[in-house]
Each structure stands twice: as structure tokens, then as C-alpha cells.
């Protein structure tokens, strides 16, 4: 039987991105806050602190914009085997993801691995938070349209093939400046591992103090990644 397990062996070298995208996600979408649904998106950076906490992959961080996942990869589990990295992550990703947004059905994700260096992981940062950037804007316009009375159908028609900026121009004129709207929104989010603070009480002395504790952490407020500042900030997460 092994012998026809044709993928089985393949194994890659790290570092990798691992690429998770929900599967029909549009289904479990439908009853959401639009153009943008918090409790969606708290769900997806919860299901990112888990798959770094206790997935048993071990990224480096997390970056999630929309019902996307990319988790860098610096040390691999299993050898590398590519069909174990992207069942174990997609199937993960499916549970943590069902247990955030308390599921009534089935969810699933998809998974894919990305080849990647250090210098290699930036631009591709960058490509991913510019398509963030796309979705966010397509997201307004088309809930503006549907709030106004098109169709889903309609106001896809509508948007196809109008410009950024044409589109930007469009929320402008209904009170909406894209710039200004919330930066997960617009850059998505960044889950790693790192330091934070926490306020508590000195058990001897009763006084308060704050101390430090290390954990997984989230960046809700990104530099955008194709600036010096964007860069120096991925660099930074990269590690050494």
C-alpha cells in the first residue's frame, strides 16, 4: 500500500509560509456585520493564537487578514512532509476556528505551502497585505451598494473593473474616508510571540506592580509592509 502513498515522502525545507484560506466561507459569512463583522475577525485571530500556542507547528507568527491565515514557518514538525504540515494545519485551523465562533456546521480550510526566505517572506507580506488592502475597499463598496438596494449579484457587476481609486472616490461621496476606517481592517492582523504587560499584586506587600510576561501577542495596528517602517517591522518579527 505504501507504495502507492505517491506524495507521502515529499518533505521541504524551512523557512515556509503555510497558506490556510476557509473553505465556502461566503455560506458562513452571510449572517455577518458587513461590510466588516467583529466577532468574525476575533475568531480568526483567535484561531492564529492557538495554531501558534498549541497546534504543534510552532510558526513564528500569524498573518490574517479576511478569512486568510498565513503562518511563517522557521522549524518544521514531521520531518517537513508537505501532505502532514498542510493536513495537520487545515484541520486545525478548522477546529480552533469552530470552537471561536461557536459553529452550528462544519467549517473547513484549505492549506498550501509557500516556499520562502527571510528577504522573500517581506514581499510576500507585502503582496498578501495589499490584497487585504483590495478586500477592504471591495468590502465597503459593495455593502454600500446592497445597503442601497442591489443585489449581491448586482453590485459585483457594478464594481467590476472600477479602479481603486474610482472606488475610493465612491465611499468618499457617501461619508466613508478608506484611509481612516480601522487599520485590521485595512492591513490586516500580525499574531506572534513576544512580550507584554500585565498589571497585578505583590503577594508580600499587597502593592500593585506591573511585570512582564512572555506569550503570544497580537499587532492590530500595521505599519503597511512596502515602507522602510513596514519593513524594518517584518524584520523585526522575522528574527535573526
Known sequence: MESHETFS?????????????GRSFHRLTRTCNKPFDARFHAAMTGTCRRLLADSGLDPLFAYTFSDEINLYCTVLPFGGRVEKLDSIAASYAASAFTLEYDCDEPVAFDARVVLATPEYAVEYLAMRQAEAWRNHINAYCQAALVTEGRTGREAAADLRGMKAGEMHEMMFGRGVNLNETPAWQRRGTLVRHGVYTKEGVNPRTRERVTVQRRGVTTDEDLPLFSTPEGRAYLFSVLGP
Not at 515522502?9 to 484560506?21: H, K, Q
Open 9 to 21: 515522502t515529499l518533505a521541504i525545507y524551512p523557512p515556509v509560509f503555510l497558506r490556510l484560506d
